[in-house]
């Protein structure tokens, strides 16, 4: 486990769900990836990222499917993508990225509470 922080602390990161409305292969990432345009909702908009999530997801599976992601990092280059969001996730037991997502759905934009 990590060292405690504050609410206040917390409450710096920003992490909102969105709603994958693209999704397409990356060949150009050093590991396995895709490339994903989410949908925050009109307050943030529509925002790139890839992920490492090749492995339990297929291109077709990832469109409509809800994640939760961490919208308030600067933007990083990878490859030639400018990933403008950290899209969220856990390792399974293989090490593979499995998507953090809620159980019900939210209106694209709605901050985690």
Same mark, same amino acid.
């Given at each position: 486990?990590?060292?405690?922080?504050?609410? *206040?602390?917390?409450? =710096?990161?920003?992490?909102?769900?969105?709603?994958?409305?693209?999704?397409?292969?990356?060949?150009?990432? =050093?590991?396995?990836?895709? +490339?994903?345009?989410? @949908?925050?909702?009109?307050?943030?908009?529509? +925002? +790139?990222?890839?992920? #490492?999530?090749?492995?339990?997801?297929?291109?077709?599976?990832?469109?409509?499917? #809800?994640?939760?992601?961490?919208?308030?990092?600067?933007? =990083? #280059?990878?490859?030639?993508? =400018?990933?403008?969001?950290?899209?969220?996730?856990?390792? @399974?037991?293989?090490?593979?990225?499995?998507? *953090?997502?809620?159980? #019900?759905?939210?209106?694209?934009? +709605?901050?985690?509470?």
């Amino acid at each position: 486990m990590s060292g405690e922080i504050t609410y *206040a602390d917390f409450e =710096r990161v920003d992490i909102r769900v969105g709603t994958i409305v693209e999704a397409s292969p990356f060949p150009e990432a =050093r590991k396995p990836a895709f +490339k994903l345009v989410i @949908d925050f909702g009109p307050e943030i908009g529509l +925002k +790139k990222s890839s992920a #490492q999530i090749t492995v339990n997801y297929t291109l077709e599976s990832l469109v409509g499917r #809800q994640v939760l992601a961490v919208v308030n990092f600067p933007p =990083r #280059q990878i490859g030639p993508v =400018r990933s403008e969001v950290l899209t969220l996730g856990f390792e @399974d037991e293989n090490g593979a990225i499995v998507l *953090a997502a809620v159980e #019900q759905p939210v209106p694209n934009g +709605k901050k985690m509470m």
